[in-house]
Nanobody, 126 residues
Framework: QVQLVESGGGLVQAGGSLRLSCATS????????MGWFRQAPGKEREFVAG????????AYADSVKGRFTISRDNAKNTVYLQMNSLKPEDTAVYYC???????????????????WGQGTQVTVSS
């Protein structure tokens, strides 16, 4: 099965930037759609961004459009989330996930993803 490990989280001031990485191994994860989700205290886990296996198609939650960019490097078996213009409301645990059932489109629901990392904390201070 696929193993996912996130890194790059931390504490940043509002307006700053962070880049999250998700290293993948096992299976054929390079052919999977990949997504980033986040969960803030007291809130449900929500879709943030997704990318197809080719990297040519992306999708974003409305709350992060224009600020976040998802990308992937299949040669490195890694997916990234570049987060710019961070806001305090972006504070959450960020998870990467793999969707082995979708190559050509991006799905947005948690139960549609089969593999998950442990998460990395992002804290944005004002």
């Amino acid at each position: 099965q696929v193993q996912l490990v996130e890194s790059g989280g931390g504490l940043v001031q509002a307006g700053g930037s962070l880049r999250l990485s998700c290293a993948t191994s096992g299976g054929t994860s390079s052919s999977y759609a990949m997504g980033w989700f986040r969960q803030a205290p007291g809130k449900e886990r929500e879709f943030v961004a997704g990318v197809t296996w080719t990297g040519s198609t992306t999708a974003y939650a409305d709350s992060v459009k224009g600020r976040f960019t998802i990308s992937r490097d299949n040669a490195k078996n890694t997916v990234y989330l570049q987060m710019n213009s961070l806001k305090p409301e972006d504070t959450a645990v960020y998870y990467c996930a793999a969707d082995p059932s979708s190559r050509w489109y991006i799905r947005r629901l948690r139960h549609q993803y089969d593999y998950w990392g442990q998460g990395t904390q992002v804290t944005v201070s004002s």
